[in-house]
């Protein structure tokens, strides 16, 4: 560079310059698009071909897709994905409005009590799952204590019980995310415009009639993000089924994210695999894509 | 603000039921921690006679020890300590490399714009969200391929990869608001690319760096499926080594021991959000993408 006439070096440098930034992204863009949109398109089409065990490019149109929609357990997967993804996020909804309200009334501890109702957020799904599995062990857990403390016929053995399994999964997963839905709807609280709340108290409203017409209403955009964000965690979970029940007992508690795995790499069936993941992924799109186009569209200056 | 909030004002009863929901709701969610690290410290024996909620009768350490060191998991009995270092292993690289990708990306797409940079922040950020279902049959393959199938440096890769799009979001909003005034300034000093984003940038990225590194050392060491899918026996992550304890051990179910290893497994991350809780929630609200 230095022995370079300084006409010469000085327009290579430009040149380089001009391309660095490019050059800077391109490995972060050759990785996504072969990991991501690669991969998305090779699984896409494994899910149309002959694949068994091993990868077998044949084209065999919708056999896979029907053999899918025909299993049995992909058909409780879907259930228990709807019961699950309803409860899941309805119950978080709830509970982390009420939590972001009653927080909101100059509470002296808020910040140690927003921490506690947020650190199972940093936990992993496996830590919560094995210790609600404890939690709630049918021998030895909540049943014993209340035998202990005198509720002889306290009863509550759903982990092991197939109609009752899933739900002591939406327990253990609300547990984990309300803290956040929680801090979502803080945040959202604590930009309303005070004016016409001031309004409506000079007015004499009673509280709960200012939150249910002026203060919940002004919520929407939280609660739209909250939405979008808890379905697509519950279309994704995994690790929490897989430690609290293994997506038993027998199949009772299993899902599209358990369902695929096993397919995957336990029935050697690439085909229904990858048939059930491209599932996974147009649900997700449906949810995302718009929500994204709409969040980055709003004008940032 | 709060000062609006139209219960702020009330009766002294109403703020003691107020008082105590939020307790209540504070025990209810402090109850499983309890339940986890006070049956870590007490002995079988107690904890089937005993009660769940009582303290230990007897503390003893014996759980943590076994946990550590000698838990059987599938055939070898060495306990969770070596799945404990590979998660090291795999978190240090993996958040270094991933969030020096995404302040790079950040910059160049808020800095540097060219024809099209929408765009491809638009397929990163979708990155973020794909359910990983549909890519774990290919990622094996390749990690196949690559000679990384069931190896810590495949699950870097791994992670690394899957990471981008969160890094790159919070840089690339980070570096949304930093002055374009000062880069153009320092473009007419003569600085050039990574002058200014070493100078300039970089030492303002601080508090960005900060949610960025907490953000992917939560999420990787939290991981299980990429784990799970990747990398089975010697080369497994801790949270992959504490389901394979506490779900597939034959004989009797050594609950206290299991509880040890979950408290090993949860105590990076809780130290990690104890000490740092305002930025790792600064981050899950980036990752709900408002940011």
Redesign the interface.
């Known amino acids: 560079m230095s022995n370079a006439s300084p006409e010469r070096d000085g327009g290579a440098r430009e040149r380089l310059q001009r391309w660095l930034p490019k050059l800077v992204l391109s490995p972060s863009c050759v990785l996504v698009l072969f990991f991501v949109y690669g991969f998305i398109a090779w699984t896409s089409y494994i899910s149309f071909s002959d694949s068994g065990m091993m990868p077998d490019y044949t084209w065999v149109g919708l056999h896979q897709w029907s053999r899918l929609w025909t299993s049995w357990t992909w058909g409780i997967a879907l259930h228990n994905i709807w019961v699950f993804g309803l409860l899941y996020i309805v119950s978080c909804i709830v509970l982390g409005l009420i939590l972001a309200i009653l927080l909101d009334q100059r509470i002296r501890a808020e910040g140690v009590l927003r921490t506690i109702y947020l650190y199972p957020m940093a936990l992993s799904f496996i830590v919560t799952g094995t210790a609600w599995q404890w939690f709630l062990n049918p021998g030895l857990g909540l049943e014993k204590t209340m035998h202990d403390l005198g509720w002889q016929s306290f009863s509550f053995n759903w982990l092991i019980d197939s109609n009752m399994a899933i739900y002591t999964v939406v327990i253990a997963a609300v547990w984990q995310a309300t803290g956040f839905v929680m801090a979502m709807f803080l945040a959202g609280l604590r930009g309303i415009d005070g004016e016409m709340i001031k309004a409506a108290q000079i007015d004499g409203a009673p509280a709960w009639k200012i939150y249910a017409r002026i203060i919940i209403p002004q919520l929407r955009p939280v609660f739209l993000s909250a939405v979008v964000v808890l379905a697509h965690l519950a279309i994704k979970s995994f690790d929490l089924i897989v430690a609290m029940t293994g997506g038993g007992p027998g199949n009772a508690t299993a899902v599209p994210a358990t369902f695929m795995y096993s397919y995957a790499f336990s029935r050697n069936e690439m085909g229904i695999a990858a048939a059930s993941a491209v599932f996974m992924l147009a649900v997700i799109a449906a949810l995302i894509i718009p929500y994204l186009y709409s969040e980055l569209r709003e004008p940032r200056s | 603000?709060?000062?609006?909030?139209?219960?702020?004002r009330?009766g002294l009863a109403t703020?003691a039921v107020?008082?105590a929901?939020?307790a209540l709701?504070?025990i209810?969610?402090?109850?499983?921690?309890y339940?986890?690290l006070t049956?870590s410290f007490k002995t079988l024996e107690e904890?089937?006679q005993g009660?769940?909620?009582a303290l230990p009768g007897q503390w003893t350490l014996d759980p943590w020890r076994e946990a550590w060191g000698s838990a059987c998991i599938g055939l070898e009995c060495n306990g969770v300590h070596g799945y404990f270092f590979n998660s090291i292993k795999i978190v240090v690289p993996a958040v270094l490399i991933s969030g020096l990708?995404g302040a790079?990306?950040g910059?160049?797409?808020t800095k540097?714009k060219?024809r099209g940079h929408?765009i491809?922040f638009?397929?990163?950020?979708?990155?973020c969200?794909?359910?990983?279902?549909?890519?774990?049959?290919?990622?094996a393959?390749?990690l196949g391929i690559l000679h990384l199938a069931n190896s810590t440096g495949g699950l870097v890769l791994v992670h690394?990869?899957?990471g981008?799009?969160f890094t790159?979001l919070f840089f690339r909003n980070f570096y949304?608001s930093f002055p374009d005034e000062l880069v153009r300034a320092a473009q007419l000093d003569g600085a050039?690319?990574?002058t200014i984003f070493f100078r300039i940038l970089l030492p303002a990225s601080v508090p960005i760096i900060v949610v960025t590194i907490i953000w992917q050392f939560?999420n990787v060491?939290?991981d299980?499926?990429f784990g799970?899918?990747f990398a089975s026996g010697d080369s497994a992550p801790i949270?992959v080594a504490?389901?394979n304890l506490?779900?597939s051990s034959t004989g009797v179910k050594a609950?206290n021991v299991?509880?040890a290893a979950?408290m090993v497994?949860?105590v990076p991350?809780?130290i990690?959000?104890?000490l740092a809780?305002k930025y790792?929630?600064r981050g899950?609200?980036s990752g709900?993408?408002?940011g």
Do not use: C, D, E
Request: glycine share 4%; no cysteine.
């Open positions: 603000m709060s000062a609006a909030s139209p219960t702020a009330r703020r107020l008082y929901i939020l709701f504070a209810v969610y402090l109850m499983p921690l339940v986890m049956t904890i089937h009660n769940m909620l990708l790079f990306n910059y160049v797409l540097w060219f929408k491809v638009g397929l990163m950020l979708f990155s969200f794909i359910p990983f279902q549909i890519i774990l049959l290919p990622m393959r390749v690394i990869v899957y981008i799009g790159t949304a050039g690319f990574f939560t060491w939290n299980f499926l799970v899918s949270t504490l389901n506490v779900n609950y299991n509880m979950a497994a949860a991350t809780l990690v959000y104890i809780g790792f929630l899950l609200m709900s993408v408002k």
